[in-house]
């Protein structure tokens, strides 16, 4: 039988966007604001909410240091020819030179760092509007969710780090808590949703599961929501142990 990894309890950290503190900083080498919604052990960002300002444009000769993904909020984001507007997504490959990466009129986007990428040959992903892509229900211990719609915008071929965007219906309701083995990150787009009576989330808020961690002890939405999350190696669920979990 293989052995359970030491699990913790109650680490997962929920907060609003709104409660962050705005900070210069920079992206594909060019000046931005943001607000970091996670930062790794060394202090640099994982994740973070970019603002643009109108007209920003990338420098046009950066090496991209680490695999980058982008998120549109809101605004629009032109990368190549390509446009992006409000759920436009983009993968720039660790080791590149970065396309032509502009906006005119300014956007907010989730920008999602992984500086351990080693370079790579593979090409960037661009997708202008993450609808395109066709849904499909999960099925998650042998459950079919009805209601949901899973769209994976993109999977590291080599760690299976995966970001994905998530419907979830009104009404829905979790069985009970799990953890995963790999840090996962969601940010709520629109609606609302809480993994128990103590992270409440909204538009804007944001929820982070450390790895072996226990969480979603009574997860449920009232309306439904949008989500997008995001893990950093080959996601997992798998039911806690009978011991953390509630009595009936």
Same mark, same amino acid.
């Given at each position: 039988?293989?052995? !359970? ?18 900070? *210069?900083? &920079? ?28 007209? $920003? ?7 991209? *240091?680490?695999?980058?993904? #982008?998120?549109? #909020? ?34 907010? #986007? ?12 593979? @090409? ?5 509007? !993450?609808?395109?892509? @066709? ?18 915008? $993109? ?23 799990? /953890? ?14 809480? @993994?128990?009576?103590?992270? +409440? ?8 599961? +450390?790895?072996? *961690? ?6 449920? &939405? !009232?309306?439904?929501? #949008?989500?997008?999350? /995001?893990?950093?190696?080959? /996601? ?13």
């Amino acid at each position: 039988m293989q052995a !359970v990894p030491q699990l913790a309890i109650d680490t997962s950290v929920c907060v609003h966007r709104d409660d962050l503190p705005e900070q *210069s900083g &920079t992206l594909l080498g060019a000046a931005v604001s943001l607000r970091v919604l996670r930062r790794l052990d060394d202090g640099s960002a994982r994740s973070a909410i970019v603002t643009l300002s109108p007209q $920003w444009r990338a420098e046009s000769d950066v090496i991209i *240091s680490g695999t980058t993904q #982008l998120f549109v #909020l809101d605004g629009a984001l032109q990368i190549g020819d390509q446009q992006l507007g409000e759920a436009g997504f983009a993968m720039l490959p660790a080791g590149t030179t970065a396309l032509p990466v502009s906006s005119d009129v300014g956007a907010t #986007l989730i920008a999602i760092f992984d500086l351990r990428s080693a370079p790579t040959d593979r @090409p960037p992903v661009v997708i202008e509007d !993450v609808y395109t892509i @066709p849904p499909f229900t999960p099925i998650i211990d042998g459950r079919l969710l009805d209601g949901f719609e899973r769209r994976v915008l $993109w999977i590291d071929p080599e760690t299976k780090a995966d970001t994905r965007f998530l419907r979830v219906p009104a009404g829905f309701r979790g069985a009970g808590p799990n /953890w995963h083995p790999v840090q996962e990150e969601i940010f709520c787009l629109d609606g609302d949703i809480q @993994p128990d009576d103590t992270r +409440p989330m909204r538009a804007g808020s944001f929820l982070w599961n +450390p790895a072996r *961690s226990i969480h979603g002890f009574d997860e449920h &939405t !009232v309306g439904g929501c #949008l989500l997008l999350e /995001w893990h950093d190696g080959d /996601w997992a669920l798998t039911p806690a142990p009978d011991a953390v979990r509630p009595s009936a």
